[in-house]
């Protein structure tokens, strides 16, 4: 079960800090480009990662894998669900491949 699926806002969620016990304040911080919800400690400023944030940047630290059929005369890539919820893609999402090398495309949204 997630934060999310509790109903219960991350913000108004209490921890004690795992290393020193003091309170944790919600926050927000930057982390590999990614906005990150955290509860930091008061205290000694160790953060704990939101478990859906956390989630995030394990999959941009693995990669995710997607694949690519055919359907009709066009080439489809399908994307996870958990990829597609994050970033709010739809059916009528237009994106931008772009070229990076012979062996890397980036999808620009």
Known sequence: ?????????WEKMRFKCLECGSETKPTKISRE???IRVWK???CNF???HPE???RLLLKERGVK???GKVGNQTVIRIPAAVREYYHLDKLK?????P????ELMIEL
């Open 33 to 35: 480009g990614f906005v």
């Open 100 to 103: 990076v090398n012979d062996k």
């Open 41 to 43: 400690c008061t205290k």
């Open 1 to 9: 079960m997630t934060v999310k699926d509790t109903g219960m806002d």
């Open 47 to 49: 953060a704990i990662t």
């Open 66 to 68: 997607a694949t690519v």
């Open 94 to 98: 237009e994106i931008l491949l772009k």
């Open 53 to 55: 944030d956390a989630e």
